[in-house]
């Protein structure tokens, strides 16, 4: 018996009509978890995460979505949009919670671990940490980027804060005193940012490389150049893989402790914007310029979801491809 390598067989979601810039997934709840995804359609879409079917799509942003968020238990979805907002969202019945104002394109959103704060930074260079219970407050506001922010994550038990902007620097920031604790700069501009609580540890990408550094002192783990420009990249809750995205449309997956590169995969039709494992680590979900999210399963083969395992001369009998429609204009 020769021994064959199984076929990954990527799940499709399509729904969207212009480019998928962010994905999050929620932790895992008593109705599984989660999927939300940001795109420049301006219609932020809810599914079920380890299967990737449609549940609804958040109606109300006036522009492109930039950045898009849930709370741990998926009761709360946020959202940062080109139309100068964010907005809050009840992401069990669809309805939009709260529209927060503010001067500029809004990139990032990232709920507190109790879901009572939202964080948001975008092109006006500050971020904004607004008290969800009091929305009619003004937001506390921190100022020192001297360009755009691309992402903003509350990190050490939500006293201080992460962020990333297109002046080549990350920050780490001190909630209470609103003062840079530590900052990092870089040759190019940081394209992507994952904060790992278990272990501290943050993933960036920026040009071909993926770094990861400890993510209190900012201290360079180790890094993996990429043979493409990389957008985006999330480590496995286990820690035993990465994977990565970006320019040449192809979703990488290394070894993270050796740093080997152990499998690449093409499936999307355009550059990868973005990637996440899922917090069970059994899938990564991926979006990109095609428009599409794909969902790939972590380990090859397995029954998991929507995929059987199924040997390999069964493979070609198989339809290779799942794929989701959701129906164009539904309130969820």
Not at 63 to 70: E, P, R, S
Not at 76 to 83: E, F, G, I, M, S
Not at 145 to 159: F, G, M, P, V, Y
Request: proline residues 4%; glycine residues 8%; aromatic residues 10%.
């Amino acid at each position: 018996m020769v021994s064959m390598a199984m076929r990954q067989t990527p799940l499709t979601c399509s729904g969207h009509t212009r480019p998928v810039v962010d994905l999050a997934f929620s932790g895992i709840t008593p109705y599984g978890y989660f999927l939300i995804s940001a795109c420049k359609d301006g219609k932020p879409m809810l599914r079920q995460g380890d299967t990737g079917d449609w549940i609804g799509t958040f109606l109300g942003h006036k522009g492109a979505v930039w950045g898009a968020t849930l709370n741990k238990e998926a009761t709360k979805a946020a959202t940062a949009a080109a139309d100068f907002t964010a907005k809050v969202w009840d992401a069990v019945t669809g309805d939009e919670v709260l529209t927060l104002a503010h001067k500029h394109i809004v990139k990032s959103v990232n709920f507190t671990e109790d879901s009572n704060y939202l964080l948001t930074g975008g092109n006006d260079k500050v971020l904004r940490i607004y008290d969800l219970g009091k929305p009619e407050a003004e937001p506390q506001e921190i100022a020192g980027h001297t360009s755009a922010i691309k992402k903003a994550l509350w990190c050490n038990n939500d006293q201080q804060i992460l962020s990333a902007a297109d002046d080549k620097t990350i920050r780490l920031w001190d909630k209470n005193t609103k003062e840079a604790v530590k900052t990092l700069s870089f040759d190019a501009s940081v394209s992507s940012m994952e904060y790992i609580p278990d272990g501290e540890i943050l993933v960036i990408t920026y040009g071909r490389t993926v770094a990861f550094h400890n993510a209190q002192s900012l201290d360079l783990i180790k890094s993996v150049d990429a043979p493409a420009s990389i957008h985006s990249a999330s480590l496995h809750p286990e820690k035993d893989f990465f994977v990565a995205g970006g320019d040449d449309f192809k979703l990488y997956k290394y070894d993270y402790t050796t740093k080997e590169e152990l499998e690449s995969y093409k499936g999307h039709f355009g550059p990868v914007h973005c990637v996440r494992f899922s917090p069970d680590g059994e899938l990564y979900a991926s979006g990109s310029e095609d428009g599409t999210l794909r969902l790939w399963q972590t380990a090859v083969g397995k029954t998991y979801g929507l995929w059987k395992c199924v040997l390999p001369e069964e493979l070609s009998l198989e339809n290779s491809e799942a794929l989701y429609c959701p129906p164009a204009e539904i309130k969820a």
